[in-house]
């Protein structure tokens, strides 16, 4: 067991020690480095920027003391190696994108140093956000701060980890189908991927476009909801972005005890849950409707088309974005490459790896010709109907709750000779994405393994607000104990 100072946990409860002076950010940031030292076996950062970030610390610290510090003065954030920071070396966790070094801020890196935000550095991921384990990387797996065995999640896995494992306050992920959602569940976090179009993509590395976001993961609701109201709001540079401000968060929002809640009776009553899980979620439920809110089960037909759906849009969508990565733009270029042709085909077929050559292969082949009805415009199709009827729900009640995941941390490699299994590790995250809503892992208990599950909360479109509050109430009437580090 490690011992953490409790201002390492949560920037809600660093800020008044920093505000009266009691600690400076140079003795948080040094803590923070020692963390990312001694657990470098996680491979949670790839980049540490430890000297840039212990001068910004003085800097904060003066303009604490001189009273004009900026609402994230003290929060130390991990960027996923998807989000581009001026002057410093991005990847998306791939081997394509080597000697890359970011001409341009991204707009949520921006807004994080507007604000007085400091980043530590870059965060291990799957290549391009494509995987559920954060093994499909360049940088080496990523390992779960709770058991070095297992896997962290993905594909913001590295994120996860090092807030978990207390090497940063939050970390800055993208959630296209669940990689906030599904790490956060898997290292005992608060993971929120908000509405589509609620922030920025802006410099962020593109996945797939009509689904992704950039998410947000912390230890605490509270946490989420201070960078949420920082990173949300409109920005010329994204044409998704909802061009009008949008409530993020409030403070002060009434907790109820009247609300009413959906339950998608086929994501309970699904042959891979793993029984734990359905359990906690269970209880959640009962324990929601005996504080005095309305708990019904609703039967959802659609949820067997939702990974279906989800995987090819997203492969369809990534063939056409990673069709930039040529050898010739960025990065890195094909060994001994003459032609043209060659320089295309060396750099690809030595630049990506495994996992996103068969994205693209599936992603042009459901956009070819002859198949592109069957399969790409069927998924249009299909998603609109999920879409729908998740709306028509969200219409009558004011949040569904279900699982986010359908099992707890799996051990590292339990993948290796069947990857598409791994595809099921998306089953209740990529709903929301499907439809383009927000939604909230919370962390709900451990299972048998003492490994941490989580609970989703799907919201209506651009009501953060309501989720966070929400989100606040579920984990205040569930008094429960979460796993603390310990080495396995
Ligand atoms: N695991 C999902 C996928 O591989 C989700 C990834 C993500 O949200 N970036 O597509």
Request: neutral net charge; charged residues 15%; proline residues 4%.
């Amino acid at each position: 067991m490690v011992n953490i100072p409790s201002y390492l946990n949560s920037f809600y409860l660093l800020r008044p020690l920093l505000y009266t002076q009691a600690l400076t950010l140079q003795t948080v940031v040094a803590q923070f480095l020692q963390q990312v030292q001694a657990q470098r076996a996680l491979n949670a950062f790839i980049k540490v920027y430890e000297q840039e970030a212990t001068q910004r610390a003085a800097l904060i610290d003066q303009k604490i003391a001189a009273g004009k510090a900026a609402p994230l003065a003290g929060m130390v954030v991990g960027l996923k190696d998807m989000i581009s920071y001026k002057d410093h070396p991005l990847q998306a966790g791939s081997k394509i994108l080597t000697n890359y070094i970011a001409p341009f801020h991204a707009t949520v890196t921006q807004r994080l140093l507007e604000a007085d935000a400091l980043i530590l550095g870059h965060q291990n991921c799957d290549e391009f956000g494509m995987g559920s384990s954060s093994e499909n990387t360049y940088f080496g797996t990523v390992r779960n701060p709770l058991d070095r065995t297992r896997v962290a999640g993905g594909s913001s896995g590295g994120s996860a980890a090092a807030v978990k494992a207390n090497m940063c306050h939050v970390s800055i992920g993208t959630d296209t189908g669940g990689s906030v959602r599904q790490p956060a569940a898997f290292c005992g976090l608060v993971g929120l991927k908000p509405s589509y179009g609620k922030i920025s993509r802006y410099g962020v590395v593109a996945y797939a476009s009509s689904l992704d976001t950039v998410g947000i993961l912390a230890h605490t609701v509270a946490d989420c909801a201070t960078v949420l109201e920082v990173l949300a709001g409109p920005d010329g540079l994204d044409a998704m972005v909802v061009p009008y401000k949008t409530a993020s968060h409030n403070a002060e929002a009434q907790q109820k005890n009247n609300y009413t809640i959906a339950c998608l009776t086929e994501t309970l009553h699904h042959d891979g849950l793993q029984p734990a899980i359905k359990a906690r979620t269970l209880r959640s439920l009962a324990c929601l409707q005996s504080e005095g809110n309305q708990v019904t089960h609703l039967h959802f037909e659609l949820l067997k088309y939702a990974l279906p759906t989800y995987y090819i849009l997203t492969n369809a969508e990534a063939s056409t974005n990673l069709a930039r990565f040529d050898g010739i733009r960025y990065g890195y270029r094909g060994s001994d490459a003459v032609t043209l042709e060659e320089v295309y085909s060396k750099t690809r077929t030595e630049g990506f790896a495994k996992e996103v050559k068969k994205r693209i292969m599936l992603g042009t082949f459901v956009l070819s010709n002859g198949q592109y009805e069957a399969y790409y415009g069927k998924a249009l199709k299909v998603r609109n109907l999920i879409k729908k009827a998740l709306q028509e729900i969200l219409s009558q009640y004011d949040f569904i709750l279900l699982p986010t995941t359908t099992t707890t941390a799996f051990p590292i490699n339990s993948f290796e000779h069947n990857p598409l299994s791994m595809y099921w590790a998306d089953l209740y995250t990529v709903l929301a994405s499907v439809a383009g809503l927000p939604a909230l892992s919370l962390p709900n208990g451990v299972d048998e393994n003492n490994l941490p599950i989580g609970i989703q909360i799907i919201g209506n479109y651009l009501e953060e607000e309501k989720l966070l509050a929400f989100a606040r109430y579920l984990q205040s009437i569930q008094a429960d104990s979460y796993p603390s580090i310990q080495k396995k």
